[in-house]
């Protein structure tokens, strides 16, 4: 009796199995998740949307209409990114959900250096940093990059932005020209980019094959001499004498991080706090902050803030960004400018990619869209927070091109020449109030 039980319940389950496979799975949707989309930004992100001046409903109709012939789960995918992209939110992302944990997106090969950063100088471009594959092929940091491609660099760069920003969200133009100088050059390697570049006076035309390798930027173009430290902070003394913090990453021990750092450094006369290629994170702001107050003080401006650790800092700063220091990055950078602690500069304001965040879960359930609700720090710059603005530094620095060719920072150079006649007037905190006064 037992076997033939069993014997019949094989039959049946046999039966259920071959029937599920006779019956397709149920088709997803994709307008419906395109249209539920649409109008969920419109709601939720409202506010950004406006302060952005983005039409919505204009720059999203083209893919509405692309998602009457979306035929499978993957062109479906893609087109989701189209649409985040066209949001602005540096944040923004495609979130698989369990039914659709096993889609890929496929994308061009990326994997590819050609051993080479940009920068803008002015309306010119030229070489910031260089070895690989672009030093095999004789160019030099400095160097003016006058066409790539037989395009004009600067008309390359435009074209080669609008293309990744089909894909890529950005949160503010600055954000996706500094991408586009950085790691927007990446290709398949073996790729032949030409380029036409001014070494002095001597035009040149030089071929750069990729490699495989990465492009993404560490920060500084020339860090000082003996730079020491972790993945996250460097610490060094310049050549001046002042101290110097690359902070490359805002992880949740970075208090402690920057403690070990300005033990490092001593006594020092003043301080260059680098932000440049920050990738954010997430810390304690006033533990931060508290760091760069002398024991036993507070500085009671923005939400107040009050010494800590066991070697803080007192004396002038000079704190370096441009559009490369993202999220976490701009908020700890613009809070000692915003409060009055540090001078900023930068080649350019923070990439603006600083919000609060909400997932919307699409009716398909293939997959969920992390997008940006509202600005982090809304408080900073009268009120325009940081989303869509990022943080504006007192003082808009470039590199000059002879600073590079030497393998000097320019930026670097002009926050010592700052520290040594500090603009007291552009900064509220003064030292001396605080019982900090000058090593000697």
């Given at each position: 009796?037992?076997?033939q039980?069993?014997d ?19 088709k997803?949707?994709?307008r419906a998740?395109v249209?539920?989309a ?16 983005i039409d919505?409903r204009?720059v999203?109709a ?10 499978t ?11 985040l992209?066209?949001l602005?939110?540096g ?10 944990k ?10 590819g ?21 672009a ?6 940091a400095?160097?003016?990059?006058l066409k790539?491609g ?21 949160s503010?133009?600055?954000q ?30 030089r071929v ?26 460097f ?6 004498g002042?101290?110097?913090v ?12 920057m403690?070990a ?11 260059v706090?680098?932000f440049?290629g ?27 803030y009050?010494?800590a ?6 004396g002038p700063?000079v ?6 220091v ?12 915003e ?7 930068g080649?350019?304001?923070?990439a ?9 879960e699409?009716?398909?359930?293939l997959?969920?869209l ?12 009268g009120?325009?927070?940081?989303e869509?603005v990022?943080?504006t530094?007192?003082?808009i620095?470039?590199?000059?091109p002879?600073?590079l060719?030497?393998g000097?920072?320019?930026?670097i150079?002009?926050?010592?020449a ?13 030292p ?9």
């Amino acid at each position: 009796m037992t076997a033939q039980r069993t014997d019949g319940a094989v039959r049946s389950i046999a039966a259920v199995l071959l029937l599920a496979q006779a019956v397709p799975a149920q088709k997803a949707d994709y307008r419906a998740d395109v249209e539920f989309a649409i109008d969920a930004v419109e709601t939720q992100c409202k506010a950004l949307l406006t302060s952005k001046k983005i039409d919505w409903r204009k720059v999203t109709a083209p893919l509405l209409a692309e998602s009457k012939k979306t035929k499978t789960a993957e062109a479906h995918l893609l087109l989701l990114w189209r649409l985040l992209a066209r949001l602005q939110d540096g944040h923004a992302e495609v979130r698989p959900l369990e039914r659709g944990k096993d889609v890929k997106l496929e994308l061009p090969d990326r994997s590819g250096s050609p051993g080479l950063f940009l920068c803008r100088v002015g309306d010119a471009v030229h070489v910031k940093n260089v070895w690989g594959a672009a030093e095999a092929a004789g160019i030099v940091a400095g160097a003016e990059v006058l066409k790539i491609g037989g395009v004009a660099a600067d008309v390359w760069l435009r074209q080669r932005q609008a293309q990744l920003a089909d894909l890529v969200s950005f949160s503010t133009s600055q954000q996706g020209s500094f991408f586009t100088c950085h790691q927007g050059l990446a290709d398949a390697p073996g790729t032949r980019l030409e380029l036409e570049v001014r070494q002095g006076s001597v035009r040149k035309a030089r071929v750069v094959e990729y490699r495989k390798g990465s492009q993404v930027p560490n920060g500084p173009a020339f860090p000082p001499a003996g730079l020491k430290g972790d993945k996250d902070v460097f610490c060094a003394t310049t050549s001046k004498g002042n101290g110097y913090v690359h902070v490359r990453r805002c992880k949740e021990d970075l208090p402690a991080q920057m403690d070990a750092a300005l033990a490092a450094l001593g006594d020092v006369p003043g301080l260059v706090l680098d932000f440049r290629g920050n990738s954010g994170g997430g810390f304690d702001h006033e533990a931060l902050f508290g760091r760069f107050l002398p024991k036993g003080t507070k500085w009671l401006v923005g939400s107040g803030y009050e010494s800590a650790g066991d070697r803080p800092f007192g004396g002038p700063m000079v704190v370096v960004v441009d559009g490369t220091v993202r999220s976490a990055g701009e908020t700890a950078a613009g809070m000692f400018g915003e409060d009055g602690r540090a001078y900023l500069i930068g080649e350019s304001a923070t990439a603006g990619m600083a919000s609060q965040k909400t997932t919307i879960e699409l009716p398909s359930r293939l997959f969920a869209l992390y997008v940006s609700t509202s600005s982090n720090k809304a408080r900073f710059q009268g009120g325009k927070g940081i989303e869509g603005v990022g943080v504006t530094p007192h003082e808009i620095v470039p590199f000059v091109p002879a600073d590079l060719a030497a393998g000097r920072d320019t930026l670097i150079e002009r926050a010592e020449a700052l520290l040594a006649a500090f603009p007291q007037q552009q900064v509220r905190y003064r030292p001396e109030e605080h019982g900090w006064s000058a090593p000697k």
